[in-house]
């Protein structure tokens, strides 16, 4: 392997590691962070540029390349956004027809999930589901779903 397809690469694989976290900062970070990260990822792509035109890559070598760097990459950099997510509190408020609300209790109660419930609501139940995480959110949609319940989340926030 020639040195040049090594140093391909490697920039090819940090542009698009950097170029993930560039667009994760630009929605979840601050002026700053949005800015470094996005400074470094058209810095780091202008010397790809020159790489890319080299004659002593081959076109299928550098296609072959981006697609792996891009597959590794931008996999690797979600894998650890999700790790490093951390779980917040959620607030599921439900409607269902006034014949599943034993149903929806039981089920609750079953998998240890906090609620609180208002009846005959005409002709349904009010729901307020407290999720502390994902998997507990994905339980409580699977309720609402089995139940023919409509539901609405918010992720609650603390006052100062």
Known sequence: MNETLLIFIGCTFANVVISTIKSVMTIKGGKFAAAFWNALSYGLYSYI??????ASISTLDKVLVT???N???????KLVEEK??????????ITVPKDYT??????LQFEHIPFNYIENIGKYTIFNVYSANQKQSTIIKQFAEACHGKAFASETTLAP
């Open 102 to 107: 034993s149903n929806m209790i039981n089920d």
């Open 49 to 54: 540029v020159i790489l890319t035109a080299s």
């Open 67 to 69: 697609i792996g760097c």
């Open 84 to 93: 490093m997510r951390k779980d917040r509190l959620w607030k599921f408020e």
């Open 71 to 77: 597959l590794i990459g931008v996999f690797g950099v």
